[in-house]
């Protein structure tokens, strides 16, 4: 019996100093990368590249069935520098009661199963703005600023759709109906996010201009997390 102990206390700290040294190495890995400020603009729906227009384009019919318009396409840089593709195309709609804005955007983990997410967002006329994502909050490394999140993890973005709904009929201010000026929200939002991270200590400035990389707190946290 003692010896049966003896060899479970091993193994145990074995896996505990490999826990130790993968999250090191994460962490030295995240440290490592380099993030700029971004930018966001609309774009012609043909500027989109074939092979995401597909992609972009699977929730389509689903989301006309519901009430959605497409309204626009649109890209936004990638935070991090050196990353394969330096952009993220999206697709705007809007639904037919002006409530509720619809983006699609490649899932930033892809698989056959969901190649794309849809989030949806809601602006009201009291300068705060609400957005409903899917089964990925846990993702993200910061929260979008001037805008509050919500994840209910529900199995379809369907239902998460049902879920952002009845939250925007309980709002205690009136919907901004105005795509314009949620265009011009979701522009803010995208250009302030790295200042943002920077102003909440995520961020630090590193060596080159216009570069920042992580805090090591920050990062501590990004790799126990994963």
């Known amino acids: 019996m003692a010896a049966l102990l003896n060899i479970l206390g091993i193994v145990l700290v074995a896996f505990g100093v490999l826990v130790v040294l993968t999250t090191a190495i994460t962490v030295q890995r995240l440290l490592k990368m380099r993030w700029k400020t971004i930018a966001s603009q609309p774009i012609p729906k043909a500027d989109v590249p074939d092979a995401t227009r597909q992609t972009l384009s699977r929730p389509a019919a689903e989301l006309a069935s519901l009430g959605f318009t497409f309204l626009s396409s649109g890209l936004v840089d990638k935070a991090l520098i050196g990353e394969p593709d330096s952009v993220t195309f999206f697709d705007l709609y809007r639904h037919h009661d002006g409530h509720t804005h619809a983006m699609v955007s490649p899932a930033p983990m892809p698989d056959r199963h969901q190649p ?3 989030q949806f967002a809601t602006c009201l006329n009291n300068g705060d703005n609400w957005t409903t994502v899917n089964r990925f909050k846990h993702q993200s490394p910061a929260e979008a600023p001037g805008w509050r999140i919500f994840d209910d ?74």
């Not at 973005?157 to 049902?162: C, F, G, K, N, V």
């Not at 011009?184 to 201009?209: K, S, W, Y």
């Not at 920042?212 to 994963?226: C, H």
């Open 116 to 118: 794309c997410v849809v």
């Open 153 to 226: 993890y529900c199995p379809t973005w369907q239902q998460a759709l049902q879920r952002h709904l009845r939250r925007v009929s309980n709002a205690a201010a009136p919907v901004c109906t105005d795509s314009a000026e949620v265009w011009r929200r979701l522009h803010l939002c995208f250009a302030q996010l790295v200042p943002h991270m920077v102003q909440q200590g995520m961020l630090r400035r590193a060596e080159l201009d216009g570069q920042f990389r992580l805090e090591i707190v920050k990062a501590i946290q990004i790799a126990v997390a994963a």
